[in-house]
C-alpha cells in the first residue's frame, strides 16, 4: 500500500499548537498568517509540515484503484439505469474479493476508460474471467453477440458471432488496440445495442 | 488512551486519565450527487435537538495515487459547491461532519464530561452514521463503495511528574528522547515535529506525529501524541470498513504502548 500522509482534516482545530520561539506580537501575526495559510492549504492543497510526502511505497493498492475506477464510472454514468454498470462493477468486485479470486486492476481501469468514452453502448453482460479479467457481451440472439475482454493491456481482446445471409454465422475471434476496437467491431458488423 | 478492562479476548487495558483530547472517526465514499444544498437543512432538522448548532467548513479533499489533483465533489446542476457541514452539541463534546463524500465523527474533550472510550465514541459513530445513511436513501442516494477510513486520536501530554521541561520529553516518549537531550544551557528545545508511519498490512496504514508547542487555546505547554490509521477497506464496503475500524483501533492502542513510558502509563494514566 502506498503512503502519502495527509492533513488530518477531519480534526478540529482545538488541537492547534504554536511552537515556542515565537515572540508574542510575531506570535499574533504568526496566527493570522497560520489562518490565512490553512485556508490556502485547503484550497491548493499544499502539503503542511503533517503532510511531508514519506513516500514509503510505491506499490499502488488494488482497492484504491477499483475505487477510482468505480468512483470515475459513477461520475460519468449518472443516470439511474446507466448506474447499472459500475453497481455491477462494484458487486462483481466484492464477489470475487469475497472468494479470495484475483480481479486485474489494470483491467478494471481499461474496462472504466473504455466506458467513459462510449456512454452510447447498450447495457452489456458483464462477468469476470478465470483469469481475473473483465469481459462484456452484447448478446442480441442465438449465434449473434460481441464480446470484448479487457485484458488490461494495450490488445484487448474482441470476439463476435454475426449473422450472415443464408443462415450462415460468421465467427471472429480476434485482438485489437482497445482505441480501435470498436471500428474494427463495427467495420465486420457487430453491435454494441 | 482507549482500551478496555479485559476486552473479550483481547486483554487490552483501559485507563483511568487518558490523554486523549480528540478523537476522530470518518469515511470517505463515492460522492452522493443527489445531495444538494436544500436537503442538508432536512437532515439537520432531523438532529437538530441533540446538534442545535451548525457551521460551515471547506470540504476535507483526499488526494489519490495515480488521480489528478483532489478536487470539490460537485452534482449537475449546482451552482455553489456544497461545504462541508458541521453539527454539533452544545458542550461541543460530539461533533458531526457532513460533505458530499464523508462522514465523520469527533469525540472532543469537554470541560466536564469523561472520555466515553473507543467504544462508545464508535458506537455513537455508527448510530448517526445509520440516521444519515437512511436520509440518504430517502434522497434518492447511497452512501456506498467506501474510498477510505480513517481513525484519528490526538492525546495532550502536559507536563507531570515525569517531565517538566522539553529535555525531559523522553520520559513520556521514549523515541524522541535522543531529541530532547540535545536540550541543555547552551540550545534549548523550543519546537519538536516527528512523524512516522507504519504499515499494518495492505489496507491499513498507522501515522505518530509527537509535537511539542503550547496549546493555541490556554497557552500552556504540551507535547502532542497525534495517531491516525488510514486505509481502504479491501472489499470497498460499510461491513468491510467496521472490520477496518476495529484493526485500526487495535492497531493505534498497540502502538501507543509502544510509543509511552509504561511508568507513565501506570502511575498518570493508571489503568483501570
Redesign the interface.
Given at each position: 500500500?502506498?503512503?502519502?500522509?495527509?492533513y488530518?482534516?477531519?480534526?478540529?482545530?482545538?488541537?492547534?499548537?504554536?511552537?515556542?520561539?515565537l515572540t508574542q506580537a510575531e506570535a499574533i501575526e504568526r496566527?493570522i498568517e497560520i489562518k490565512e495559510k490553512k485556508?490556502l492549504i485547503?484550497?491548493q492543497?499544499i502539503p503542511n509540515?503533517?503532510s511531508?510526502p514519506?513516500n514509503?511505497?510505491a506499490e499502488?493498492?488494488s482497492?484504491?484503484?477499483?475505487?477510482?475506477a468505480?468512483?470515475a464510472l459513477?461520475?460519468s454514468h449518472?443516470s439511474p439505469p446507466a448506474r447499472q454498470i459500475?453497481d455491477r462493477l462494484?458487486a462483481l468486485?466484492?464477489d470475487a474479493?469475497?472468494e479470495n479470486q484475483s480481479i486485474v486492476a489494470d483491467s478494471v481501469s481499461q474496462f472504466a476508460d473504455f466506458f467513459r468514452n462510449h456512454r452510447d453502448l447498450g447495457l452489456p453482460k458483464i462477468t469476470l474471467t478465470p483469469d481475473g479479467t473483465l469481459r462484456v457481451r452484447w448478446i442480441h440472439g442465438p449465434g449473434n453477440f460481441t464480446a470484448i475482454e479487457f485484458t488490461g493491456k494495450p490488445l484487448a481482446k474482441l470476439v463476435a458471432e454475426i449473422p450472415r445471409e443464408g443462415g450462415l454465422t460468421a465467427r471472429y475471434f480476434t485482438t485489437e488496440p482497445i482505441e480501435n476496437i470498436l471500428t474494427a467491431a463495427r467495420a465486420v458488423g457487430a453491435s454494441f445495442a | 488512551m482507549t482500551q478496555g478492562q479485559e476486552i473479550a479476548g483481547i486483554g487490552r487495558v483501559k485507563f483511568e486519565r487518558p490523554p486523549i483530547n480528540e478523537v476522530a472517526i470518518g469515511v470517505y465514499y463515492v460522492p452522493v450527487t443527489e445531495l444538494r444544498a436544500e436537503h442538508i437543512g432536512i437532515y439537520w432538522d432531523s438532529i437538530r435537538k441533540r446538534y442545535p448548532i451548525c457551521e460551515q467548513r471547506f470540504p476535507v479533499l483526499i488526494q489519490s495515487e495515480g488521480q489528478p489533483p483532489a478536487m470539490i465533489a460537485e452534482a449537475p446542476g449546482e451552482i455553489f459547491p456544497l461545504p462541508r457541514f458541521w453539527f454539533s452539541n452544545n458542550a461541543h463534546s460530539i461533533l458531526i461532519q457532513i460533505q458530499r463524500n464523508a462522514f465523520m465523527l469527533n469525540w472532543r474533550r469537554g470541560s466536564s464530561e469523561g472520555y466515553p472510550h473507543y467504544e462508545g465514541v464508535e458506537k455513537d459513530f455508527w448510530q448517526e452514521f445509520e440516521g444519515y445513511k437512511n436520509f440518504v436513501q430517502g434522497i434518492g442516494g447511497k452512501l456506498d463503495v467506501v474510498q477510505r477510513c480513517e481513525l484519528t486520536y490526538v492525546n495532550f501530554i502536559s507536563p507531570n511528574a515525569f517531565f517538566s521541561s522539553p529535555a525531559e520529553l523522553g520520559n513520556v516518549l521514549p523515541s524522541v528522547a535522543s531529541l530532547c537531550k540535545m536540550h541543555d544551557e547552551e540550545r534549548k528545545l523550543v519546537g519538536l515535529n516527528a512523524l512516522a508511519a507504519y504499515q499494518l498490512n495492505d489496507n491499513l496504514l498507522v501515522e505518530s506525529a509527537i509535537k511539542w508547542g503550547k496549546r493555541s487555546d490556554t497557552k500552556e505547554p504540551v507535547a502532542v501524541l497525534e495517531l491516525k490509521a488510514q486505509g481502504t477497506p479491501g472489499d470497498l464496503s460499510l461491513i468491510g470498513a467496521a472490520a477496518w475500524f476495529k484493526a485500526a483501533h487495535n492497531g493505534i492502542y498497540k502502538l501507543f504502548l509502544s510509543l509511552t513510558d509504561e511508568e507513565v502509563q501506570k502511575q498518570v494514566w493508571r489503568p483501570l
Open positions: 500500500m502506498s503512503y502519502a500522509p495527509s488530518s482534516g477531519l480534526l478540529t482545530e482545538m488541537n492547534v499548537i504554536e511552537p515556542f520561539f496566527a485556508k485547503a484550497r492543497q509540515v503533517q511531508m514519506l514509503l511505497s499502488y493498492p482497492p484504491q484503484r477499483i475505487f477510482n468505480i468512483q459513477y461520475q449518472n459500475p462494484t468486485y466484492r474479493y469475497a | -
